[in-house]
């Protein structure tokens, strides 16, 4: 699968350099393998979620989080938020807020 942007990846490992390992690691499994729907992405990370219209990852113990749009039909990922635990809590909040 082709990802949209490491640069994100890099950014937030940058500020939260125990963050580097995991998505370093997180980006090489997204990088090589092929998913053709939110089922494979399950079998490979089991902590993923859907909430729409984003996958959030669950990197690093649950201790950071990635936010993407996946488009299974073109095999691209598209990083949207890279964030701390606690961030991830924040933006939930107000995410879910904003779609009721």
């Known amino acids: 699968m082709r990802i949209i942007s490491k640069g994100a990846l ?16 997180w980006y090489r499994v997204v ?6 729907s939110f089922n494979d992405i399950q079998r490979t990370f089991n902590s993923a979620d859907y909430v729409a219209p984003y996958t959030v990852f669950d990197v690093g113990g649950n201790n950071f989080r990635v936010i993407a749009a996946i ?15 606690a961030e991830y809590d924040n933006w939930n909040r107000k ?3 904003k779609r009721k």
């Not at 950014?11 to 370093?24: D, Y």
């Open 71 to 85: 488009h299974y039909n073109g095999q691209r990922l598209y990083i949207r938020f890279v964030f701390t635990h």
């Open 31 to 36: 990088r090589n393998t092929s998913f053709a």
């Open 95 to 97: 995410h879910r807020s």
């Open 10 to 25: 890099i950014e937030f490992w940058q500020k939260h350099p125990s963050a580097r390992i995991p998505l370093e690691a």
